[in-house]
């Protein structure tokens, strides 16, 4: 049975400055670099004239980092496709639909963003996501486990992004 999770991050930077860095490939580059993942890649990059952002990228992590119950029903390493699709900002706030998929897994992420003002003059990000695991028994494990993952990674990335701001835009 999928699961649910609402998240949510501020971010040092505006709504303009955060959508901004979405929107440069030496940010999702760097972003990558400090995934912590063994190998990162942006496999497809588009900015469209409406401020839309398309983002697909791959995080490979080794088969001895897994934990022994996603290694049980996963053998190798284990490589995530993420997608990300940003609109234009409007009436300061932007949307994102993201997606998420393991090749070769019983595994589906789908969800929504809304990136809007902050009560701190920064940026807030709110993020529901739904995870999906297909294995009897122990789906559910699996989609705890990713979901608390999701909270871990959530913020890394508003910590990554907010220092890049701070030091780039």
Same mark, same amino acid.
Do not use: C
């Given at each position: ?19 901004r860095?979405?929107a ?5 580059l760097a972003r990558?670099a400090?995934?912590?993942a063994?190998? *990162? ?20 992590l ?7 119950v ?8 284990l490589?995530i ?12 706030r932007?949307?994102?639909?993201v ?14 963003a809304?990136?809007?003002?902050? *009560?701190?003059?920064?940026a ?15 789906g559910?494990k ?13 913020? *890394? ?5 907010t ?7």
């Amino acid at each position: 049975m999928p699961r649910s999770f609402d998240l949510a991050a501020d971010y040092g930077g505006t709504v303009e400055e955060v959508h901004r860095a979405f929107a440069d490939e030496r940010y999702w580059l760097a972003r990558l670099a400090d995934s912590g993942a063994d190998a *990162a890649t942006l496999d497809a990059m588009t900015v469209g004239e409406d401020g839309g952002i398309d983002v697909t990228t791959t995080q490979i992590l080794r088969a001895d980092r897994l934990p022994g119950v996603v290694s049980q029903f996963h053998r190798g390493d284990l490589s995530i496709q993420r997608e990300e699709t940003w609109t234009g900002i409007a009436d300061g706030r932007a949307t994102a639909t993201v997606t998420g998929s393991i090749p070769g897994a019983p595994v589906s992420l789908t969800g929504t963003a809304t990136l809007g003002p902050g *009560a701190s003059g920064g940026a807030h990000l709110d993020l529901t996501v739904t995870v999906e695991v297909r294995v009897p028994l122990v789906g559910g494990k699996i989609e705890n486990f990713i979901g608390n993952g999701l909270v871990d990674l959530i913020i *890394a990335e508003q910590r990554f992004t907010t220092v890049w701001i701070t030091e780039n835009v």
